[in-house]
Protein backbone atom coordinates (compact mmCIF):
# COMPACT_ATOMS: atom_id res chain seq x y z
CA UNK A 1 0.00 0.00 0.00
CA UNK A 2 2.86 2.25 1.16
CA UNK A 3 4.55 1.70 -2.10
CA UNK A 4 1.86 2.71 -4.02
CA UNK A 5 0.85 5.68 -2.29
CA UNK A 6 4.50 6.89 -3.45
CA UNK A 7 3.92 6.03 -6.62
CA UNK A 8 0.82 7.69 -6.63
CA UNK A 9 2.84 11.07 -5.24
CA UNK A 10 5.26 10.91 -8.01
CA UNK A 11 2.85 10.74 -10.40
CA UNK A 12 1.04 14.02 -8.97
CA UNK A 13 4.91 15.40 -8.81
CA UNK A 14 5.93 15.11 -12.03
CA UNK A 15 2.28 16.29 -13.25
CA UNK A 16 2.94 19.74 -12.06
CA UNK A 17 6.54 19.41 -13.64
CA UNK A 18 4.49 18.36 -16.75
CA UNK A 19 2.39 21.09 -16.44
CA UNK A 20 4.69 23.81 -17.14
CA UNK A 21 5.73 22.55 -20.84
CA UNK A 22 2.37 24.02 -21.75
CA UNK A 23 0.81 27.76 -22.12
CA UNK A 24 -1.11 28.05 -18.81
CA UNK A 25 -4.91 28.08 -20.12
CA UNK A 26 -5.65 30.82 -17.95
CA UNK A 27 -3.66 34.12 -16.73
CA UNK A 28 -0.89 33.08 -14.98
CA UNK A 29 1.84 36.01 -15.16
CA UNK A 30 4.50 33.68 -14.08
CA UNK A 31 3.86 30.92 -16.40
CA UNK A 32 2.44 33.62 -19.00
CA UNK A 33 6.29 35.70 -18.64
CA UNK A 34 8.38 31.79 -18.89
CA UNK A 35 6.60 31.52 -22.08
CA UNK A 36 7.39 34.61 -23.66
CA UNK A 37 10.89 34.00 -22.07
CA UNK A 38 11.35 30.79 -24.17
CA UNK A 39 9.98 31.74 -26.92
CA UNK A 40 12.56 34.86 -26.70
CA UNK A 41 15.36 33.02 -25.83
CA UNK A 42 14.32 30.55 -29.02
CA UNK A 43 14.63 33.51 -31.10
CA UNK A 44 17.99 35.63 -29.60
CA UNK A 45 20.03 31.95 -30.02
CA UNK A 46 19.05 32.05 -33.71
CA UNK A 47 20.03 35.42 -34.25
CA UNK A 48 23.47 34.66 -33.49
CA UNK A 49 23.36 32.45 -35.95
CA UNK A 50 23.02 34.86 -38.58
CA UNK A 51 26.01 36.50 -40.52
CA UNK A 52 26.87 37.25 -44.36
CA UNK A 53 25.91 34.08 -45.64
CA UNK A 54 21.90 33.50 -46.65
CA UNK A 55 21.47 30.50 -44.07
CA UNK A 56 21.97 30.43 -40.72
CA UNK A 57 25.10 29.22 -38.98
CA UNK A 58 26.71 26.80 -41.05
CA UNK A 59 25.04 23.39 -42.42
CA UNK A 60 26.18 20.09 -40.92
CA UNK A 61 26.96 16.72 -42.78
CA UNK A 62 23.97 14.74 -43.18
CA UNK A 63 23.89 11.22 -42.07
CA UNK A 64 20.28 10.14 -42.48
CA UNK A 65 20.91 6.53 -42.17
CA UNK A 66 22.37 6.48 -38.75
CA UNK A 67 19.28 8.44 -37.19
CA UNK A 68 17.24 6.33 -38.75
CA UNK A 69 17.94 3.41 -35.85
CA UNK A 70 17.04 6.45 -33.27
CA UNK A 71 14.92 4.73 -30.52
CA UNK A 72 12.06 6.47 -28.32
CA UNK A 73 13.48 8.40 -25.25
CA UNK A 74 12.41 6.77 -22.02
CA UNK A 75 12.60 10.11 -19.92
CA UNK A 76 11.18 13.53 -19.69
CA UNK A 77 13.76 16.43 -20.20
CA UNK A 78 13.44 20.34 -19.67
CA UNK A 79 11.87 23.12 -22.32
CA UNK A 80 15.58 24.32 -21.79
CA UNK A 81 16.80 21.21 -23.51
CA UNK A 82 14.58 21.23 -26.16
CA UNK A 83 14.92 24.72 -26.85
CA UNK A 84 18.42 24.55 -27.62
CA UNK A 85 17.83 21.40 -29.44
CA UNK A 86 15.72 23.06 -31.82
CA UNK A 87 18.13 26.38 -32.18
CA UNK A 88 20.57 23.22 -33.49
CA UNK A 89 18.06 22.17 -36.17
CA UNK A 90 18.36 25.94 -37.53
CA UNK A 91 21.64 25.54 -38.01
CA UNK A 92 22.22 25.50 -42.22
CA UNK A 93 18.47 26.48 -43.29
CA UNK A 94 18.32 29.24 -45.69
CA UNK A 95 16.96 33.00 -44.93
CA UNK A 96 14.42 33.30 -47.38
CA UNK A 97 14.51 37.07 -46.74
CA UNK A 98 17.99 37.66 -46.70
CA UNK A 99 18.99 39.68 -50.01
CA UNK A 100 21.60 37.14 -51.15
CA UNK A 101 18.89 34.68 -51.46
CA UNK A 102 17.76 33.64 -54.46
CA UNK A 103 16.95 30.30 -54.57
CA UNK A 104 13.13 29.34 -55.31
CA UNK A 105 9.13 30.63 -54.93
CA UNK A 106 9.77 30.80 -51.26
CA UNK A 107 9.14 33.87 -49.96
CA UNK A 108 10.13 35.46 -46.30
CA UNK A 109 7.05 35.59 -44.06
CA UNK A 110 5.36 38.79 -42.61
CA UNK A 111 5.58 39.20 -38.96
CA UNK A 112 1.89 39.35 -38.67
CA UNK A 113 1.20 35.86 -40.70
CA UNK A 114 4.08 34.44 -38.46
CA UNK A 115 1.93 35.81 -35.36
CA UNK A 116 -1.03 33.92 -37.29
CA UNK A 117 0.58 30.68 -37.48
CA UNK A 118 1.76 31.30 -33.74
CA UNK A 119 -1.91 32.26 -32.69
CA UNK A 120 -3.05 29.23 -34.54
CA UNK A 121 -0.41 26.66 -32.88
CA UNK A 122 -1.06 28.15 -29.64
CA UNK A 123 -5.36 27.45 -29.47
CA UNK A 124 -4.87 24.65 -31.94
CA UNK A 125 -8.00 25.31 -34.21
CA UNK A 126 -9.43 22.70 -36.51
CA UNK A 127 -11.67 24.53 -39.49
CA UNK A 128 -13.89 21.89 -39.92
CA UNK A 129 -16.27 23.18 -37.76
CA UNK A 130 -16.56 26.41 -35.85
CA UNK A 131 -17.60 25.05 -33.11
CA UNK A 132 -13.39 23.75 -32.93
CA UNK A 133 -12.21 26.52 -34.48
CA UNK A 134 -14.37 29.86 -32.83
CA UNK A 135 -13.40 33.01 -35.07
CA UNK A 136 -11.17 31.59 -36.82
CA UNK A 137 -13.40 30.03 -39.20
CA UNK A 138 -14.43 33.70 -39.96
CA UNK A 139 -10.68 34.28 -41.12
CA UNK A 140 -10.83 31.50 -43.95
CA UNK A 141 -14.24 32.69 -45.07
CA UNK A 142 -12.96 36.42 -45.44
CA UNK A 143 -10.18 35.02 -46.82
CA UNK A 144 -11.55 33.14 -49.74
CA UNK A 145 -14.39 36.60 -49.80
CA UNK A 146 -11.73 38.57 -50.67
CA UNK A 147 -9.77 36.51 -53.09
CA UNK A 148 -12.60 36.15 -55.13
CA UNK A 149 -12.83 39.49 -55.69
CA UNK A 150 -9.57 40.18 -56.36
CA UNK A 151 -9.92 37.84 -59.08
CA UNK A 152 -13.21 38.85 -60.57
CA UNK A 153 -15.77 36.21 -59.45
CA UNK A 154 -18.78 37.13 -58.22
CA UNK A 155 -18.56 36.82 -54.29
CA UNK A 156 -22.22 36.06 -53.93
CA UNK A 157 -21.39 32.42 -55.85
CA UNK A 158 -17.89 31.41 -55.01
CA UNK A 159 -16.45 29.83 -52.69
CA UNK A 160 -13.88 28.08 -51.34
CA UNK A 161 -11.18 26.80 -48.44
CA UNK A 162 -7.62 26.19 -47.44
CA UNK A 163 -5.94 23.19 -48.33
CA UNK A 164 -2.72 21.50 -47.59
CA UNK A 165 -0.77 22.78 -50.53
CA UNK A 166 -0.67 23.51 -54.36
CA UNK A 167 -0.97 19.97 -54.99
CA UNK A 168 -3.93 20.20 -52.53
CA UNK A 169 -5.10 22.33 -54.97
CA UNK A 170 -5.31 20.90 -57.98
CA UNK A 171 -6.53 17.67 -56.43
CA UNK A 172 -9.39 19.67 -55.33
CA UNK A 173 -9.87 21.35 -58.99
CA UNK A 174 -9.65 17.67 -60.65
CA UNK A 175 -11.77 15.50 -58.33
CA UNK A 176 -14.43 18.03 -58.33
CA UNK A 177 -14.35 17.86 -62.42
CA UNK A 178 -14.64 14.51 -62.04
CA UNK A 179 -17.77 14.26 -59.83
CA UNK A 180 -19.12 17.47 -62.19
CA UNK A 181 -18.47 14.93 -65.39
CA UNK A 182 -20.48 11.67 -63.88
CA UNK A 183 -23.05 13.92 -61.75
CA UNK A 184 -21.46 13.42 -58.49
CA UNK A 185 -21.52 9.85 -58.49
CA UNK A 186 -17.82 9.17 -58.31
CA UNK A 187 -17.86 9.34 -54.53
CA UNK A 188 -20.47 6.57 -53.84
CA UNK A 189 -19.38 4.83 -57.01
CA UNK A 190 -15.92 4.85 -57.58
CA UNK A 191 -14.13 5.90 -61.05
CA UNK A 192 -15.15 2.76 -64.00
CA UNK A 193 -13.79 4.11 -67.07
CA UNK A 194 -10.94 6.35 -68.45
CA UNK A 195 -10.46 9.75 -68.05
CA UNK A 196 -8.03 12.17 -69.24
CA UNK A 197 -7.01 15.40 -67.39
CA UNK A 198 -4.79 17.76 -69.95
CA UNK A 199 -1.58 20.08 -68.42
CA UNK A 200 1.11 20.88 -70.14
CA UNK A 201 4.39 19.51 -70.16
CA UNK A 202 6.01 22.53 -68.15
CA UNK A 203 3.51 22.46 -65.62
CA UNK A 204 3.82 21.23 -61.80
CA UNK A 205 4.98 17.65 -61.79
CA UNK A 206 1.91 17.35 -58.94
CA UNK A 207 -0.07 16.50 -61.78
CA UNK A 208 1.69 13.55 -61.94
CA UNK A 209 0.28 13.16 -58.04
CA UNK A 210 -3.07 13.61 -58.86
CA UNK A 211 -3.46 11.62 -61.37
CA UNK A 212 -1.81 9.03 -59.32
CA UNK A 213 -3.92 9.81 -55.97
CA UNK A 214 -7.22 10.02 -57.61
CA UNK A 215 -7.33 6.81 -59.30
CA UNK A 216 -7.03 8.18 -62.82
CA UNK A 217 -3.54 6.56 -63.71
CA UNK A 218 -0.91 8.63 -65.07
CA UNK A 219 -0.98 6.67 -68.10
CA UNK A 220 -4.28 9.18 -68.16
CA UNK A 221 -2.62 12.23 -67.81
CA UNK A 222 -2.28 14.29 -71.32
CA UNK A 223 0.59 16.84 -71.26
CA UNK A 224 0.43 19.47 -74.19
CA UNK A 225 3.61 20.72 -75.76
CA UNK A 226 4.49 24.14 -75.22
CA UNK A 227 5.99 27.25 -77.05
CA UNK A 228 9.19 28.35 -76.74
CA UNK A 229 7.64 30.88 -74.55
CA UNK A 230 6.58 28.31 -71.84
CA UNK A 231 2.67 28.49 -72.83
CA UNK A 232 0.94 25.52 -73.83
CA UNK A 233 0.73 25.55 -77.70
CA UNK A 234 -3.01 26.31 -78.38
CA UNK A 235 -3.14 24.00 -81.54
CA UNK A 236 -1.84 21.32 -79.74
CA UNK A 237 -4.39 21.69 -77.30
CA UNK A 238 -6.67 22.13 -79.85
CA UNK A 239 -5.88 19.10 -82.04
CA UNK A 240 -5.69 16.80 -78.90
CA UNK A 241 -9.51 17.53 -77.86
CA UNK A 242 -10.46 17.12 -81.24
CA UNK A 243 -9.16 13.78 -81.29
CA UNK A 244 -10.66 13.32 -77.95
CA UNK A 245 -14.11 14.40 -78.37
CA UNK A 246 -14.21 12.52 -81.89
CA UNK A 247 -13.53 8.93 -80.53
CA UNK A 248 -15.70 9.38 -77.91
CA UNK A 249 -12.64 9.53 -75.39
CA UNK A 250 -14.02 11.77 -71.74
CA UNK A 251 -11.49 14.78 -70.57
CA UNK A 252 -12.57 15.85 -67.13
CA UNK A 253 -10.31 18.61 -66.65
CA UNK A 254 -7.55 21.33 -68.27
CA UNK A 255 -4.89 22.05 -66.38
CA UNK A 256 -3.87 26.10 -67.19
CA UNK A 257 -0.77 27.08 -65.79
CA UNK A 258 -0.63 30.77 -64.82
CA UNK A 259 2.83 30.95 -63.66
CA UNK A 260 5.49 27.92 -63.79
CA UNK A 261 8.00 26.99 -61.52
CA UNK A 262 10.90 27.63 -63.17
CA UNK A 263 10.44 29.93 -65.79
CA UNK A 264 7.47 31.81 -64.97
CA UNK A 265 5.71 30.61 -68.19
CA UNK A 266 1.94 31.54 -68.67
CA UNK A 267 -1.13 29.42 -70.43
CA UNK A 268 -3.40 31.94 -72.16
CA UNK A 269 -6.11 30.96 -69.92
CA UNK A 270 -8.84 33.23 -71.97
CA UNK A 271 -7.62 31.20 -75.15
CA UNK A 272 -8.13 28.14 -73.64
CA UNK A 273 -11.62 28.87 -71.68
CA UNK A 274 -12.89 30.04 -75.07
CA UNK A 275 -11.29 26.91 -77.03
CA UNK A 276 -13.40 25.01 -74.69
CA UNK A 277 -16.36 26.79 -74.87
CA UNK A 278 -16.33 26.36 -78.43
CA UNK A 279 -15.16 22.66 -78.77
CA UNK A 280 -17.91 21.91 -76.16
CA UNK A 281 -20.73 23.83 -78.64
CA UNK A 282 -19.39 21.70 -81.73
CA UNK A 283 -19.49 18.28 -80.37
CA UNK A 284 -22.89 19.19 -78.30
CA UNK A 285 -21.10 18.36 -74.88
CA UNK A 286 -23.04 18.35 -72.03
CA UNK A 287 -20.32 18.47 -69.26
CA UNK A 288 -17.45 20.27 -70.68
CA UNK A 289 -13.62 19.66 -69.24
CA UNK A 290 -13.70 21.47 -66.03
CA UNK A 291 -11.09 24.59 -66.54
CA UNK A 292 -8.66 24.76 -63.36
CA UNK A 293 -6.03 27.89 -63.06
CA UNK A 294 -2.77 26.72 -60.95
CA UNK A 295 -2.02 29.92 -60.26
CA UNK A 296 -0.50 29.25 -57.11
CA UNK A 297 2.49 31.80 -58.11
CA UNK A 298 0.39 34.05 -60.79
CA UNK A 299 -2.45 34.97 -58.93
CA UNK A 300 -1.09 37.90 -56.78
CA UNK A 301 0.07 39.77 -60.10
CA UNK A 302 -4.13 39.93 -59.80
CA UNK A 303 -3.49 42.92 -57.64
CA UNK A 304 -2.47 45.23 -60.62
CA UNK A 305 -5.90 44.22 -62.64
CA UNK A 306 -7.19 47.66 -61.70
CA UNK A 307 -3.72 49.97 -61.42
CA UNK A 308 -3.51 52.71 -63.59
CA UNK A 309 -0.21 51.94 -65.40
CA UNK A 310 -0.34 55.18 -67.50
CA UNK A 311 -0.35 57.30 -64.57
CA UNK A 312 1.78 54.90 -62.62
CA UNK A 313 1.71 56.30 -59.01
CA UNK A 314 4.29 53.78 -57.66
CA UNK A 315 6.57 54.93 -60.22
CA UNK A 316 8.29 51.56 -61.40
CA UNK A 317 10.51 51.95 -64.26
CA UNK A 318 9.22 51.66 -67.75
CA UNK A 319 10.98 48.16 -68.35
CA UNK A 320 9.17 46.94 -65.22
CA UNK A 321 6.09 48.70 -66.59
CA UNK A 322 5.44 46.59 -69.83
CA UNK A 323 6.71 43.35 -67.77
CA UNK A 324 3.86 43.22 -65.05
CA UNK A 325 1.57 44.75 -68.06
CA UNK A 326 2.51 41.58 -70.55
CA UNK A 327 2.09 39.24 -67.61
CA UNK A 328 -1.36 40.24 -66.83
CA UNK A 329 -2.31 40.71 -70.50
CA UNK A 330 -1.24 36.71 -70.72
CA UNK A 331 -3.38 35.66 -67.41
CA UNK A 332 -6.26 36.93 -69.20
CA UNK A 333 -9.36 36.99 -66.99
CA UNK A 334 -8.78 34.71 -63.86
CA UNK A 335 -12.20 34.40 -63.24
CA UNK A 336 -12.89 32.65 -66.38
CA UNK A 337 -11.35 29.84 -64.48
CA UNK A 338 -13.77 26.93 -63.26
CA UNK A 339 -11.42 27.08 -59.57
CA UNK A 340 -8.20 28.24 -59.01
CA UNK A 341 -5.21 27.29 -56.64
CA UNK A 342 -3.24 29.87 -54.88
CA UNK A 343 -0.42 29.63 -53.02
CA UNK A 344 0.45 32.58 -50.07
CA UNK A 345 3.12 30.73 -49.46
CA UNK A 346 4.54 31.50 -52.53
CA UNK A 347 3.90 34.93 -53.60
CA UNK A 348 1.56 35.92 -50.96
CA UNK A 349 4.81 36.05 -48.12
CA UNK A 350 3.31 34.32 -45.96
CA UNK A 351 4.71 30.63 -43.95
CA UNK A 352 4.35 27.37 -44.77
CA UNK A 353 1.30 26.00 -45.29
CA UNK A 354 -1.36 28.67 -46.37
CA UNK A 355 -2.86 27.42 -49.75
CA UNK A 356 -6.54 28.18 -50.77
CA UNK A 357 -8.87 26.48 -53.27
CA UNK A 358 -11.64 28.94 -55.26
CA UNK A 359 -13.95 27.49 -57.02
CA UNK A 360 -16.00 29.85 -59.27
CA UNK A 361 -19.67 28.47 -58.43
CA UNK A 362 -19.59 27.17 -54.19
CA UNK A 363 -23.02 25.34 -54.89
CA UNK A 364 -20.20 23.06 -56.69
CA UNK A 365 -18.74 21.96 -53.57
CA UNK A 366 -21.75 19.95 -52.70
CA UNK A 367 -20.87 17.37 -55.05
CA UNK A 368 -18.12 16.33 -52.57
CA UNK A 369 -20.66 16.36 -49.57
CA UNK A 370 -20.98 13.34 -46.89
CA UNK A 371 -24.14 12.68 -45.44
CA UNK A 372 -24.05 14.07 -41.70
CA UNK A 373 -25.41 10.71 -40.21
CA UNK A 374 -21.70 9.87 -41.17
CA UNK A 375 -20.07 12.04 -39.17
CA UNK A 376 -22.55 11.55 -35.57
CA UNK A 377 -19.83 12.52 -33.48
CA UNK A 378 -19.56 16.21 -35.55
CA UNK A 379 -21.57 19.32 -36.62
CA UNK A 380 -24.21 19.19 -34.15
CA UNK A 381 -24.80 22.98 -34.24
CA UNK A 382 -23.13 25.96 -35.64
CA UNK A 383 -23.58 27.22 -39.15
CA UNK A 384 -19.77 26.52 -40.47
CA UNK A 385 -19.64 22.74 -41.77
CA UNK A 386 -16.99 22.36 -44.47
CA UNK A 387 -15.73 19.33 -43.13
CA UNK A 388 -18.59 17.69 -44.40
CA UNK A 389 -16.90 18.61 -47.90
CA UNK A 390 -13.28 18.75 -47.39
CA UNK A 391 -10.55 15.93 -48.06
CA UNK A 392 -9.16 16.45 -44.33
CA UNK A 393 -10.82 15.83 -41.42
CA UNK A 394 -8.26 17.98 -39.87
CA UNK A 395 -7.36 21.04 -40.93
CA UNK A 396 -5.48 23.62 -39.05
CA UNK A 397 -6.10 27.09 -39.58
CA UNK A 398 -2.70 28.75 -39.39
CA UNK A 399 -2.49 29.04 -42.74
CA UNK A 400 -6.09 30.93 -43.52
CA UNK A 401 -5.34 33.10 -40.43
CA UNK A 402 -1.98 33.84 -42.31
CA UNK A 403 -2.98 34.67 -45.41
CA UNK A 404 -6.00 36.68 -44.42
CA UNK A 405 -3.20 38.87 -41.59
CA UNK A 406 -1.05 39.87 -45.33
CA UNK A 407 -4.43 40.60 -46.83
CA UNK A 408 -5.13 42.76 -43.99
CA UNK A 409 -1.49 44.16 -43.75
CA UNK A 410 -0.85 44.63 -47.25
CA UNK A 411 -3.50 45.43 -49.46
CA UNK A 412 -3.34 45.87 -53.27
CA UNK A 413 -0.91 48.67 -52.02
CA UNK A 414 1.28 46.55 -50.66
CA UNK A 415 1.35 43.77 -52.79
CA UNK A 416 2.21 45.85 -56.17
CA UNK A 417 5.21 47.57 -54.12
CA UNK A 418 6.42 43.43 -53.32
CA UNK A 419 5.80 42.28 -56.36
CA UNK A 420 6.90 45.69 -58.37
CA UNK A 421 9.48 45.40 -56.47
CA UNK A 422 11.36 41.66 -57.17
CA UNK A 423 9.74 42.08 -61.13
CA UNK A 424 12.04 45.19 -61.20
CA UNK A 425 14.75 43.38 -59.82
CA UNK A 426 14.54 40.71 -61.88
CA UNK A 427 14.32 43.08 -65.14
CA UNK A 428 17.56 45.04 -63.99
CA UNK A 429 19.23 41.73 -63.74
CA UNK A 430 18.07 40.63 -67.43
CA UNK A 431 20.00 43.97 -68.56
CA UNK A 432 22.97 42.92 -67.28
CA UNK A 433 23.15 39.61 -68.40
CA UNK A 434 21.68 40.15 -72.12
CA UNK A 435 24.84 42.37 -72.53
CA UNK A 436 27.48 39.88 -72.01
CA UNK A 437 27.84 37.65 -75.30
CA UNK A 438 28.64 34.44 -73.36
CA UNK A 439 25.05 34.69 -71.41
CA UNK A 440 21.98 33.85 -73.04
CA UNK A 441 18.84 34.34 -70.74
CA UNK A 442 16.03 31.70 -71.67
CA UNK A 443 12.80 32.90 -70.55
CA UNK A 444 13.06 35.88 -72.15
CA UNK A 445 8.88 36.33 -72.80
CA UNK A 446 8.13 35.41 -68.84
CA UNK A 447 8.28 38.50 -67.09
CA UNK A 448 7.96 37.19 -63.58
CA UNK A 449 10.81 37.03 -60.60
CA UNK A 450 12.85 34.33 -61.94
CA UNK A 451 15.15 34.82 -64.59
CA UNK A 452 16.70 31.06 -66.22
CA UNK A 453 19.98 31.51 -67.86
CA UNK A 454 22.55 29.67 -69.66
CA UNK A 455 26.39 30.52 -69.78
CA UNK A 456 28.94 29.83 -72.75
CA UNK A 457 32.64 28.87 -72.97
CA UNK A 458 34.86 31.57 -75.19
CA UNK A 459 34.83 30.97 -78.85
CA UNK A 460 30.65 29.85 -78.65
CA UNK A 461 28.16 32.60 -79.43
CA UNK A 462 25.35 31.95 -77.03
CA UNK A 463 23.13 33.94 -79.19
CA UNK A 464 23.34 31.30 -81.68
CA UNK A 465 24.26 28.30 -80.17
CA UNK A 466 20.47 28.31 -78.05
CA UNK A 467 18.55 27.77 -81.01
CA UNK A 468 20.90 24.67 -82.29
CA UNK A 469 20.61 23.47 -78.79
CA UNK A 470 17.05 23.49 -78.69
CA UNK A 471 16.76 21.91 -82.47
CA UNK A 472 19.78 21.04 -84.10
CA UNK A 473 20.74 16.92 -83.48
CA UNK A 474 24.10 17.04 -84.28
CA UNK A 475 24.53 19.13 -81.58
CA UNK A 476 23.53 17.18 -78.77
CA UNK A 477 27.21 16.50 -77.81
CA UNK A 478 27.30 20.20 -77.56
CA UNK A 479 24.54 20.54 -74.99
CA UNK A 480 25.87 17.96 -72.91
CA UNK A 481 29.01 19.53 -72.59
CA UNK A 482 27.20 23.27 -72.21
CA UNK A 483 25.19 21.16 -69.00
CA UNK A 484 28.16 20.05 -67.10
CA UNK A 485 29.88 23.82 -67.98
CA UNK A 486 26.73 25.37 -66.13
CA UNK A 487 26.85 22.86 -63.32
CA UNK A 488 30.44 23.30 -62.91
CA UNK A 489 29.52 27.70 -63.18
CA UNK A 490 27.26 26.49 -60.42
CA UNK A 491 28.88 25.14 -57.69
CA UNK A 492 31.48 27.35 -57.19
CA UNK A 493 28.99 30.17 -56.85
CA UNK A 494 27.14 27.90 -54.28
CA UNK A 495 30.02 27.09 -52.34
CA UNK A 496 31.26 30.99 -52.40
CA UNK A 497 27.48 32.42 -51.41
CA UNK A 498 28.12 29.62 -48.52
CA UNK A 499 31.15 31.63 -47.04
CA UNK A 500 28.79 34.42 -47.31
CA UNK A 501 30.99 35.96 -50.02
CA UNK A 502 28.09 36.22 -53.04
CA UNK A 503 24.11 35.21 -54.21
CA UNK A 504 23.02 32.21 -53.77
CA UNK A 505 21.56 30.89 -56.91
CA UNK A 506 19.72 27.47 -58.11
CA UNK A 507 20.20 25.68 -60.68
CA UNK A 508 17.45 23.64 -62.98
CA UNK A 509 18.56 20.31 -64.22
CA UNK A 510 16.04 20.88 -67.51
CA UNK A 511 14.42 24.01 -68.48
CA UNK A 512 12.95 22.08 -71.49
CA UNK A 513 13.76 19.37 -73.51
CA UNK A 514 15.61 19.84 -76.93
CA UNK A 515 12.99 18.42 -79.70
CA UNK A 516 14.45 17.03 -82.40
CA UNK A 517 11.91 16.49 -85.23
CA UNK A 518 9.81 15.55 -83.03
CA UNK A 519 12.18 13.54 -81.21
CA UNK A 520 12.94 14.32 -77.51
CA UNK A 521 16.46 15.32 -77.34
CA UNK A 522 18.46 16.29 -74.24
CA UNK A 523 17.74 18.28 -71.15
CA UNK A 524 18.95 21.80 -71.36
CA UNK A 525 20.22 22.55 -68.21
CA UNK A 526 20.22 26.42 -67.08
CA UNK A 527 21.47 28.79 -63.83
CA UNK A 528 18.39 30.29 -61.65
CA UNK A 529 17.56 33.83 -60.00
CA UNK A 530 14.27 33.43 -58.37
CA UNK A 531 13.73 36.75 -56.37
CA UNK A 532 11.07 36.91 -53.73
CA UNK A 533 12.92 39.25 -51.32
CA UNK A 534 12.27 42.68 -50.41
CA UNK A 535 15.53 43.40 -49.01
CA UNK A 536 17.07 42.32 -52.65
CA UNK A 537 18.55 45.36 -54.49
CA UNK A 538 21.24 46.62 -56.96
CA UNK A 539 23.69 45.30 -55.31
CA UNK A 540 22.74 41.82 -55.26
CA UNK A 541 21.54 42.23 -58.41
CA UNK A 542 25.20 43.38 -59.56
CA UNK A 543 26.99 41.10 -57.30
CA UNK A 544 25.00 38.16 -59.25
CA UNK A 545 26.11 39.56 -62.80
CA UNK A 546 29.98 39.52 -61.25
CA UNK A 547 29.70 36.68 -59.78
CA UNK A 548 28.60 34.47 -62.79
CA UNK A 549 31.39 35.91 -64.83
CA UNK A 550 34.44 35.43 -62.15
CA UNK A 551 32.87 31.42 -61.87
CA UNK A 552 33.22 31.25 -65.76
CA UNK A 553 36.99 32.48 -65.32
CA UNK A 554 37.59 29.80 -62.93
CA UNK A 555 36.06 27.22 -64.75
CA UNK A 556 38.08 28.25 -68.00
CA UNK A 557 40.98 28.78 -66.09
CA UNK A 558 41.55 31.72 -66.24
Keep these: MRRGNQERENYLDLLERLKTYFPAPVSNQIMDGYFIHTVSHFLDRVDDLKSAAPILGRGREQHYHAIMEEAFPEEMTSVEEVTKLLVSYCQGMPIWGHPNAQVNVIPPSTIPSITAVIA ?16 FAEAEIKAVAMLSDLVGYDSHRAGGLFTFGGTGTILYGCKLALEKLFDGKVMEEGLREDVKIVASDTSHYSRLNVAGWLGLG ?71 PHVHADAVIGWVWAVFRDYDFEANPLGFHARTLRSLQDSLKMMGSLALADSIGVDFHKTGYAPYISSAFLVKDRQDLTLLSREPEQMPYLYHFGDYHPGIYTLECSRGAGGALAAYANIRLLG ?42 RVYPDGVDAEQALPRELSDPSYREEVERHNDYNFRIFRIIQERAMQGEGVWLSRTDAYRYADYDGEPGPPIAALKSFILSPWTNLTAVDTVARQVLEAREQVDGK
Aim: hydrophobic letters at 40%; proline letters at 4%; glycine letters at 6%.
Design 120 to 135: AAIYNPNIIWNAYSGH
Design 218 to 288: MKNLVTIPTTRDNEMNLTDLEDYLRQAFSQGEKVAAIIATLGTTDAFGIDDLSAIVRLRDHLAEEYNLSRP
Design 412 to 453: KQGFRILIGHVVEMAEMLRERLENHPAIQVLNDFNYGPVTLF
